[in-house]
């Protein structure tokens, strides 16, 4: 599947196009809305603007949608149940064929790139969260998923493992992803894009560095890649760096004053 949502639906519209015209009018409406809501965003969006990205009269998208809301509403729950699920999904169901760090850095890496493809989506995502009660549920449950599933796979890898607790962990460390995609992708943050450009590119070198957060968390007895090289082999030589110097045993060399 295209990393990109709305390239997909086009494929799909091209490759398996619905016999019925009223339902490719449908569907070419609801590519119109997914490039109006990617390029002006959530707020900005105009049902004219996208009767004319698809060519029909405006009156015609109200015979499909009901309302503004509605045909918002539409394309972002496709979007994420029936696009955003499965690029999810196929890398849990393959994890664990490779080494921890290897499957959990592809699964990263993956999702910021599927995110970079669809930035404009995503950022309306978050704010439609913050602003829709119905959304926010389902985003949440949607996250639920993702967390029980990754925690599910976990316990093979844990002996008298607590789901609970697992869950939490991998509920935080989401967060932690979730966060730094909106400050490299949603509402950049300048700062963060020039440190990362130092490094290397943006997208492996932030999947490393949360790959190497993720493995300390979840598989702390796990090796971490022996071949190496780059900005990975500076990434893991940080971590696995003795500490240049133990404060506790300076303070026990000090002489403790006499009374």
């Not at 699964?107 to 493809?117: G, Q, V």
């Not at 967390?147 to 976990?154: A, D, G, I, P, Q």
Request: glycine share 4%; hydrophobic share 40%.
């Amino acid at each position: 599947m295209d990393l990109n949502y709305i390239t997909h639906l086009e494929n799909e519209l091209r490759d398996r196009p619905p016999q019925r015209k009223s339902l490719r009018t449908r569907k070419r409406l609801m590519i119109a809305i997914a490039k109006v809501l990617e390029d002006q965003g959530y707020h900005s969006l105009r049902l004219s603007d996208a009767t004319q990205e698809a060519g029909v009269a405006e009156g015609t998208i109200y015979v499909y949608f009901n309302d503004r809301p509605q045909a918002i509403n539409e394309v972002m729950f496709d979007f994420l149940e029936n696009f955003v699920q499965v690029h999810v999904d196929a890398p849990v169901q393959k994890f664990g064929r490779e080494s921890p760090f290897e499957s959990l850095n592809a699964s990263i890496l993956h999702w910021i790139k599927l995110c970079r493809a669809n930035s404009g989506l995503i950022r309306c995502m978050f704010q439609m969260s913050d602003e829709n009660p119905d959304f926010l549920a389902h985003v949440q449950r949607f996250n639920m998923g993702w967390v029980t599933s990754v925690s599910k796979r976990l316990q093979k890898y844990r002996k008298h493992s607590d789901e609970d607790i697992a869950a939490l962990f991998v509920y935080s460390v989401g967060i932690m992803l979730d966060e730094l995609i909106r400050r490299l992708l949603v509402y950049p943050d300048e700062g963060l894009l020039s440190q990362l450009d130092r490094v290397g590119d943006r997208d492996e070198v932030m999947a490393n560095v949360v790959t190497s957060i993720w493995m300390k968390v979840l598989f702390p007895e796990a090796p971490l890649p022996s071949k190496r090289t780059g900005p990975l082999a500076a990434i893991i030589d940080w971590i696995q760096q003795p500490p240049n110097g133990d404060g506790s045993a300076k303070r026990a060399r000090r002489k403790l004053p006499t009374s």
